[in-house]
């Protein structure tokens, strides 16, 4: 199994945080996934707020697609509690076929700030 993909910039406690997520076939030629859905969960798997098997709609979905997670999203509730894994999965076509499975995962670090409760 291979490890997530370790994000090299923090998130700010409480703030906003972006992640962009690129798509390319094989051959690295970019599509755009037929479905996607993601989740942020905390290192035991729990999910955070609603953050839990969100499909976006087809409109949204592109080459790259960002998303933009923020507020009590990013808050810590113990000094431990500062990694979150961003796993996405969905189905794309190509012309090496239709309805291909992907998955990924990312973690990220949310930096603790003194003067945020």
């Not at 755009?32 to 942020?40: A, E």
């Not at 000094?79 to 998955?103: K, P, Q």
Request: with cysteine; net charge negative; proline share 2%.
């Amino acid at each position: 199994m291979a490890a997530p993909v370790k994000l090299t910039i923090h998130a700010k406690e409480e703030s906003a945080y972006l992640i962009e997520v690129t798509f390319a076939d094989f051959g690295g030629t970019s599509v755009v996934p037929t479905s996607f859905i993601y989740s942020v969960t905390d290192q035991s798997g729990t999910a955070i707020n609603a953050l839990n098997a969100v499909a976006l709609t087809a409109g949204v979905i592109g080459t790259t697609t960002s998303i933009l997670i923020y507020g009590t999203s990013l808050s810590i509730t113990n000094s431990e509690d500062t990694i979150r894994i961003f796993t996405c999965n969905g189905l794309w076509d190509s012309v090496y076929g239709t309805s291909a499975t992907y998955t990924g995962e990312a973690q990220f670090i949310i930096d603790n700030l003194l003067n945020v409760s």
